[in-house]
């Protein structure tokens, strides 16, 4: 059985890339290769990049009423083949089926947000700023945007920013995930069908070389990352240095406290879903449990362990389970499971107590997957190995405080600050929470605080490297620049 090769979508069409070599594209769940994707070359993203400048030309001319036509199409698209699209995920990143069509809603609500783009990017007016003198600010598309995509919402993420771009009058290079490229491959071919302007959108294929090569294109006027916080500092700084617009969003340690009032039995749910959906790969995933008092802590390390053991770990495109609302599938690859199961060594070396051990989960059917098993560590410090790295895997941490001010000093002092959230009945707390806590994105009595698109989404610390974060009202302002105009006319002669 021959396999599918990745293409690259340029100017409107389908491009084979130069044989320069491919890497393999593998179903985490079964270790099974089931595509292989190109290594695009620097000259090959160049031509993408030199398309959506010749776009732009006409494209940010266009009538924003008519921008946004393309996006009402394309979701209607999305919407007619979301379950062909979240399927396609599940196959090549190993989340649950419930949570790839969550992604999908996602999606559509981005799309949904942008096409308000006839009021979103309307300018300001002042009528009279001084003496017979008006005052104007517009908003003006800037140029070539691109963007470097992560793994783990292979299909969400790009359109964090991709329909802003293209909804504000800017063209679009898109570098999907080399591990994940099939289910972006999969929704170009229905922007393909959107009518949208050739060179408007273009995707390249490959590995660091595109990356870095669209960084480093003086036409390129802005890139969006999401990525771990290491390879964040150096694209933004990158991004500096060539007057470029940048937004990185980085690494994560979410953190979840638990006061002594929270409604246990709920608060457990929640906190199952938070840690192990996707398989801990998600940037608001929680990964470190903060119980406030000792007879909460006893508690949420007992009742967390055993709901933890009960956790579904399988293929999740098993029919027996997919359906099923709580289901954690493979991590994405063996290096990245190797990582994970260094970090729980180093745990447990480090004088954490391990709870509950994932390492030698075996999936009946899948020997060739890569999974880990939900992981739990108790007894440990703030500041300890596994307290301070992220390990993007289905480990958890249980910290114990003696009040929600230690608690809040636990999250503030650690160098992430995407999310935290914080289960209470009592007001006073959770305003003192979400005042007081460092991180872009809080959450109160909910397990993922992951804004609707109508709002940002973004963290703080070194968990974000930008001034603005993605989607919503505010991204606006990242792909337009604003044109401020002073005029006044004199009474005409005779």
């Known amino acids: 059985m021959s396999l599918k090769n990745v293409e690259n979508y340029v100017d409107g069409q389908w491009v084979t890339p130069q044989n320069n070599g491919y890497l393999n594209v593998e179903n985490p769940s079964t270790g099974e290769i089931i595509a292989r994707t190109p290594l695009s070359t620097a000259s090959e993203t160049n031509r993408a990049v030199d398309a959506a400048a010749e776009a732009f030309k006409s494209w940010s001319r266009t009538p924003v009423s008519r921008r946004i036509q393309p996006l009402y199409r394309l979701g209607s698209l999305l919407r007619e083949n979301e379950e062909r699209i979240a399927r396609t995920l599940v196959e090549e990143m190993g989340k649950s089926l419930p949570d790839a069509r969550a992604e999908m809603k996602r999606i559509f609500e981005n799309i949904e947000v942008a096409c308000g783009m006839p009021v979103l990017q309307q300018g300001d007016k002042l009528i009279g700023s001084s003496y017979d003198i008006d005052g104007e600010v517009i908003r003006l598309p800037i140029g070539v945007f691109a963007m470097i995509?992560?793994?783990?919402?292979?299909?969400?993420?790009?359109?964090?920013?991709?329909?802003?771009?293209?909804?504000?009058?800017?063209?679009?290079?898109?570098?999907?995930?080399?591990?994940?490229?099939?289910?972006?491959?999969?929704?170009?071919?229905?922007?393909?069908?959107?009518?949208?302007?050739?060179?408007?959108?273009?995707?390249?294929?490959?590995?660091?070389?595109?990356?870095?090569?669209?960084?480093?294109?003086?036409?390129?006027?802005?890139?969006?990352?999401?990525?771990?916080?290491?390879?964040c500092r150096i694209v933004s700084a990158r991004c500096a240095q060539n007057h470029k617009r940048c937004q990185a969003m980085g690494s994560a340690k979410n953190h979840l406290v638990a006061m002594p009032d929270a409604k246990i039995d709920e608060m457990l749910g929640n906190m199952i879903t938070s840690c192990y959906g996707c398989a801990g790969q998600r940037c608001m995933a929680a990964s470190a449990i903060v119980a406030v008092g000792d007879n909460m802590y006893k508690s949420v390390c007992e009742k967390f362990v055993q709901a933890s053991r009960e956790v579904i770990v399988c293929d999740p495109l098993d029919p027996k389970v997919a359906d099923e609302p709580m289901v954690m599938g493979p991590v994405i690859s063996a290096k990245s499971k190797q990582f994970i199961l260094g970090m729980i060594e180093t745990g447990f070396k480090?004088?954490?107590?391990?709870?509950?051990?994932?390492?030698?989960?075996?999936?009946p059917g899948c020997e060739n997957g890569h999974f880990v098993g939900p992981t739990v560590f108790t007894d440990v410090k703030p500041g300890m190995e596994i307290h301070k790295t992220e390990v993007f895997g289905p480990v958890v941490v249980i910290l114990k405080a003696k009040s929600l001010d230690d608690a809040i000093k636990i999250i503030n002092d650690h160098q992430y600050g995407n999310g935290a959230s914080i289960y209470t009945q009592n007001g006073h707390w959770a305003r003192r929470f979400k005042l007081e806590t460092d991180c872009g994105m809080i959450g109160i009595n909910i397990g993922i605080p992951a804004p609707v698109a109508c709002l940002p989404f973004g963290g703080m610390k070194a968990s974000q490297f930008a001034d603005i974060k993605a989607q919503g009202k505010a991204i606006v302002n990242f792909f337009t620049q604003d044109k401020i105009i002073t005029e006044r006319y004199w009474p005409e002669s005779g």
């Open 149 to 231: 995509a992560p793994f783990n919402f292979p299909a969400m993420v790009p359109f964090w920013f991709l329909p802003y771009a293209i909804a504000t009058g800017n063209t679009y290079v898109l570098k999907a995930s080399e591990q994940v490229p099939l289910t972006m491959q999969l929704i170009a071919e229905y922007v393909d069908q959107s009518e949208l302007p050739r060179g408007v959108f273009n995707l390249v294929n490959g590995d660091k070389v595109v990356g870095e090569t669209l960084v480093d294109n003086p036409i390129v006027k802005g890139i969006s990352l999401v990525g771990a916080t290491a390879t």
């Open 350 to 363: 480090g004088g954490a107590t391990l709870a509950l051990d994932g390492r030698n989960i075996v999936v």
